[in-house]
Structure formats: structure tokens, C-alpha cells
Nanobody
């Protein structure tokens, strides 16, 4: 139904910036929220940022607030994660994910298992 593909990862020094992109294709009307998640080696996958399609609501992991910004293009085909002032602890594989968010949804945007569409990930490495 929905295919996601991330790009824009790479290796940067602490304090640097990267912009991740997630291109969506398929029947995107089946989703109304998209998020960025990351997973470091040996650790679980955690939500970094998410937004309702159309930009009506944004969510951020506390540790990235003020540094990361999630956005999307006007055509609603691409979602971005602007990552500024990167820190070594930001090093992880970053994934784009999407799902339908019902009005009566009782979970959280951070609930990894509730997202049914995932990209393959793009690696972000931050060195000190």
C-alpha cells in the first residue's frame, strides 16, 4: 500500500547538520501520520519525531527538541528531518515510518509496533 525510502544519512562531526528525506509512494491516503525513528546497535528503536500529514501536529523526542525539525513538501510525497547540532548520541540507523492515526487512537506516536509502513533506514554517524 505504501512504500517508504530514506536517504540523506552520512558521517558528520559533532555540531554538524544533516537532512534526511523520506519519499513515499503508493496509496498514501492510507496514512495520516509519519515519523522518524532511530535504532543504535544493541538498543531498541525509539521515536525521534512525527507529524500529522498536512502539518497539523508535530511531536519530538525531548532530547532532540530545538535541534531537529520534521517537515514535508507541498506535494506530501516527501518528509524531511532536519538535524542540527548533531551529537554523538544521535548516531543510529534512522527509519521513516507511517501509519493511520484514528481519532480514537489510545496509543502514542512513539509506539513503534503501531507503525505498519517502514523504510529500510539510513545510517547517521556523528563523531566527536
Amino acid at each position: 500500500q505504501v512504500q517508504l525510502e530514506e536517504s540523506g544519512g552520512g558521517s558528520v562531526q559533532a555540531g554538524g547538520s544533516l537532512r534526511l528525506s523520506c519519499v513515499a509512494s503508493g496509496y498514501t491516503y492510507n496514512t495520516n501520520i509519519v515519523g522518524w525513528f532511530r535504532q543504535a546497535p544493541g538498543k531498541g528503536r525509539e521515536g525521534v519525531a512525527a507529524m500529522k500529514t498536512g502539518g497539523t501536529r508535530e511531536y519530538y523526542l525531548d532530547s532532540v527538541k530545538g535541534r531537529f525539525t520534521i517537515s514535508q513538501d507541498n506535494a506530501k510525497n516527501t518528509v524531511f528531518l532536519q538535524m542540527n547540532n548533531l551529537k554523538p548520541e544521535d548516531t543510529a540507523m534512522y527509519y521513516c515510518a507511517a501509519r493511520w492515526w484514528p481519532s480514537d487512537y489510545g496509543g502514542s506516536w512513539r509506539d513503534v509496533d503501531d507503525y505498519n509502513y517502514w523504510g529500510q533506514g539510513t545510517q547517521v554517524t556523528v563523531s566527536s
